[in-house]
């Protein structure tokens, strides 16, 4: 599986985005897909993650309420709506896969796609 993230760039605080993942490649639905993001000068932090089936998903409490994964296993396709922006959102956001079983851990994770920069302005 490869993955390729889409969908950034510059919004102001209180503004809505929605970032795509597509991944190429087989089994796209076999794989949990998480979004990291990643500030300047800090370490890469889990956002959500949703499960291969999609029976539930998992967010960090910082965007709990504004940000809603999905995913569309026939179009092999991840979605992140990220409304009510605020600076602090603002991040290089990775898109990242695993077999199965959701992680909230980076490490855990062998496959990312390259990143879409997300600049929230106050």
């Known amino acids: 599986v490869q993955l390729q993230a889409s969908g950034g760039g510059l919004v102001q605080a209180g503004g809505s985005l929605r970032l795509t993942c597509a991944a190429s490649g087989r089994s796209f639905s076999n794989y949990a897909m998480a979004w990291f993001r990643q500030a300047p000068g800090k370490e890469r932090e889990f956002v959500v993650g949703?499960?291969?089936?999609?029976?539930?998903?998992e967010y960090a409490d910082s965007v709990k309420g504004r940000f809603t994964i999905s995913r569309d296993n026939a179009k092999n396709t991840v979605y992140l709506q990220m409304n009510s922006l605020k600076p602090e959102d603002t991040a290089v956001y990775y898109c990242?896969?695993?077999?199965?079983?959701?992680?909230?851990?980076?490490?855990?994770?062998?496959?990312w796609g390259q990143g879409t920069q997300v600049t929230v302005s106050s």
């Open positions: 990242a896969a695993r077999a199965r079983v959701l992680s909230r851990l980076s490490s855990f994770y062998s496959i």
């Open positions: 949703i499960p291969w089936n999609a029976d539930y998903a």
